[in-house]
């Protein structure tokens, strides 16, 4: 028999407490009040956001690239993740998909802890080097045995996650106009990782992250609680 905590209520696609923020917390304990039940372990607003991104703007030309004014709308929207309101702001995060764009870089530097952890960093920043071909493939072999088997599951899902997400949005890049270094420039101070090495991993993101192939197919709208 499941025991239900009495401090959570359902709601929606994520699991509810009075308790804990959703931004500037660990993302385990992150996870705790925002998780989800499909395969993967990351935050849901985090999918709800890049799945907003990936349905309503990959063709646009201003994702990722527009600055926004209203400061007040924002720190509402955010307010309404904190406080499990989500359903509230969906139509404004469909309106200016660039909200979501914003809510994901919040949530990834305000994290109390880094979301690639120091004791692997440095590992994986090493694990790359661009000579050859040859060389390329056993370095890549090195990043997914580092990626894999020494990040905690939640670590690596959280990652993957955002690497497959940048790599679908260059695949329209003709239409929105995105450069890789765009991402490159935005992430990878909240990563850490050197920027030769996020420009190899969203290059080789189907090959790196394939348990995560299927994962534009979630209809994060239909996501159930933990």
Not at 102 to 121: G, Q, V, Y
Request: charged share 30%.
């Amino acid at each position: 028999m499941r025991i239900v905590d009495k401090s959570i209520e359902p709601f929606g696609f994520f699991k509810v407490s009075k308790c804990d923020n959703f931004f500037g917390n660990t993302l385990k304990k992150t996870l705790e009040k925002f998780g989800c039940t499909n395969s993967f372990k990351i935050p849901a607003p985090i999918g709800m956001c890049i799945y907003i991104i990936e349905r309503n703007a990959k063709n646009s030309e201003t994702i990722y690239r527009r600055y926004l004014e209203n400061t007040t709308l924002f720190e509402f929207v955010c307010d309404s993740i904190n406080n499990h309101r989500m359903e509230t702001i969906l139509d404004e995060l469909r309106n200016e998909p660039n909200l979501a764009c914003e809510i994901i870089m919040k949530f990834l530097r305000e994290l109390k802890e880094p979301l690639i952890p120091d004791d692997i960093i440095e590992q994986i920043n090493s694990a790359h080097v661009e000579i050859s071909d040859k060389e390329s493939i056993r370095n890549m072999e090195n990043l997914e045995r580092i990626i894999f088997y020494l990040m905690a599951t939640a670590n690596h899902d959280t990652f993957a996650y955002l690497i497959r997400h940048f790599s679908r949005m260059l695949e329209y890049n003709h239409q929105n106009k995105i450069e890789i270094d765009l991402f490159v420039n935005k992430f990878q101070p909240y990563l850490r990782i050197k920027k030769s090495l996020l420009k190899f991993l969203i290059n080789n993101a189907l090959d790196l992250f394939r348990d995560t192939s299927s994962d534009s197919d979630i209809d994060w709208f239909d996501v159930k609680l933990i």
